[in-house]
């Protein structure tokens, strides 16, 4: 396997998105062999003491990353967020309850839709009225609702929350498109969760940070596989874990720490956004799509101003090696995700093409 | 990356299991780059054209490999067959309908479990009485049932149905740890499902084979989590897919295709499993723990007849380089897992380790 002709990409993929280059190196070996073991990682049982570790690992990782309160539990499943959209209802909704939500985009939508397949459902808030640009503030939740649900950021719309809602309610939070990117306070919190394919590691296993205490308080008889306590009692191992993805997640997350931790993920984040946004507002050609107070770190969206030069600006920010930033088609224009293991060089080549662009055909 | 020192391990386990070699060195590549992408294959959008091509490439080889009718469609999913356990009542038990299940060990007492919080199940067969040590005949499925479910292979037990059952109503089968050891005739089945972490590749993804004119049918307003067609729909991108799994499970359908197809495992398998039954049946000290005519060709169980001798018999198969053959702690004993990618060269050396150890001690 040589690496010596590989193409210098500049990630900004929405996810799955850039993993550190570490992190991708012993991820490809441990697929050949696992630490002298003889076995690939992907060909031994998920119950080997090896394996076992690193679950272990993983977990003790999310829990120390995010300073997570004592008694906290984790748990790893397939499935993606979307089957926590599912799973919610099942396990903090009582029969006859209400549940709470704001709307902020797809991902916090498809939440809704299936709370509401579930139960009574607020949507206490919603930016639909302006195609999801911000991030709504100032409104209420029942205090008689079972819980309320957020999305911290918003990757197709470029939305993130600055300052988390507070609520009476058990708190509850999709971070999947920015968890692990600036410290969290998790005593707040009933459940926090997230699909990996972000700052995580690679799709393929979503991570459940949970107060226990919260849990088994609806009387609902669950299936074992929609009940989180049944899979924290088990280890995440109630069936065969995603083990693959538990494993570069366990790696990714050692990498976070060996770099400082999510503060100094933040911090590179900060500076990351602070160029790219700048050199937006900077340059007339260029417009942001968000109210700037609700500005993502991670993806930052953006259109030009004049939507004919698209093409002539595509084909130069190609040439440099960059990949990944056309918008979603929901917002259209572009969409610059900065996770973690993004470098800011990588973003400082995004910016010099766009200055390089708008003196060209200014 | 160096495999030079790499220990010549033989790969019994029961699942994640081994994979063929090939397939392992071009999913540790895929890893570093993914086909000239400058990209590796676990940070790339499932979005992108080189993952969409991954995607349908799989969805055919499936559907190839198992020669499907026209019409079948295939859906890879996370969550494990544990989910397919859930998910099936919702997609096929009409509410105030009943479902039909043959249990036959730990995995399909799992599937019945999820069954019956969804419904009337009728149990119309087990072998819980004899340990799960034989596969039962001569039952009759209930006309009126809304399906009929049953596990082709009991990897923790050892047995494996020969002929398939029939059934008017819709057959629904658990080919987790069968799946591609040998051809089916999958027009006889509404769907057929399974975990990859066995025949068909690493842990974290399950496929799901099915024909969709027997979904939709129950009149119940379905998560679109759970349901299938949703899923078939949206070409297993209602949300993010466990990619790398989809991914080294392709390589590895394509490596089946590569070596003759299912015919062709089927005839490796046999060969494999002939070798190791015969030892058992030959030498006094072993002794298989199924009846004869229902023995698994992925899971050989047996103990020995003194099982005072074990520790010393465990000492041997070690010293040989063999992993993975301790049995379930519901069996007890030895398991020794064969399947598509484990080589007779590992199941010889099992059996010369055998006999070698029954000249010493018999």
Not at 163 to 176: E, Y
Not at 333 to 352: F, H, K, T, W
Request: hydrophobic content about 40%; overall charge neutral; some cysteine.
């Amino acid at each position: 396997m040589s690496t010596a002709t590989k193409v210098n990409v500049h990630n900004f993929s929405a996810g799955p998105c850039i993993l550190p280059q570490e992190v991708l190196r012993k991820a490809a070996e441990s697929i050949v062999e696992f630490e002298n073991t003889g076995l690939s990682i992907i060909e031994m049982s998920h119950r080997s003491k090896p394996f076992e570790g690193v679950m272990v690992k993983a977990q003790q990782l999310v829990k120390e990353l995010l300073g997570a309160p004592e008694g906290y539990q984790v748990v790893f499943l397939g499935g993606g967020a979307s089957m926590g959209f599912h799973m919610i209802p099942q396990n903090y909704l009582r029969p006859g309850g209400k549940s709470a939500y704001v709307h902020t985009g797809e991902w916090a939508g498809r939440a809704i839709k299936e709370a509401k397949l579930a139960g009574e459902t607020v949507v206490v808030a919603s930016s639909e009225d302006k195609n999801f640009s911000y991030i709504p503030k100032g409104f209420e939740v029942p205090a008689d609702a079972d819980y309320f649900h957020f999305t911290s950021n918003n990757t197709i719309f470029g939305t993130q929350y600055k300052a988390f809602p507070k609520s009476t309610v058990p708190l509850i939070c999709d971070m999947s498109s920015d968890i692990f990117s600036r410290p969290v306070n998790v005593a707040d919190f009933a459940l926090i969760y997230g699909g990996a394919q972000k700052n995580m590691g690679p799709a393929g296993a979503t991570v459940y940070l949970f107060d226990p205490a919260q849990l088994g308080r609806t009387g609902r008889k669950l299936s074992p596989m929609m009940d989180l306590a049944n899979h924290a009692a088990k280890e995440s191992m109630y069936n065969t874990p995603p083990v693959y993805a538990v494993y570069v997640s366990m790696l990714t997350m050692q990498w976070m720490k060996d770099q400082g931790g999510v503060k100094e993920m933040e911090r590179r984040n900060a500076a990351k956004a602070k160029l790219l946004y700048d050199t937006i507002d900077r340059l007339p050609m260029f417009k942001g799509t968000t109210a700037v107070e609700d500005r993502s770190m991670m993806n930052a969206t953006f259109v030009m101003t004049d939507a004919a030069l698209e093409p002539s600006f595509d084909a130069l920010w190609k040439a440099a090696g960059i990949s990944g930033i056309r918008g979603h088609r929901s917002v259209g224009g572009y969409r610059a995700s900065m996770y973690n293991a993004l470098p800011i060089e990588s973003v400082q080549v995004l910016v010099d093409v766009m200055e390089e662009f708008s003196k060209k055909n200014g």
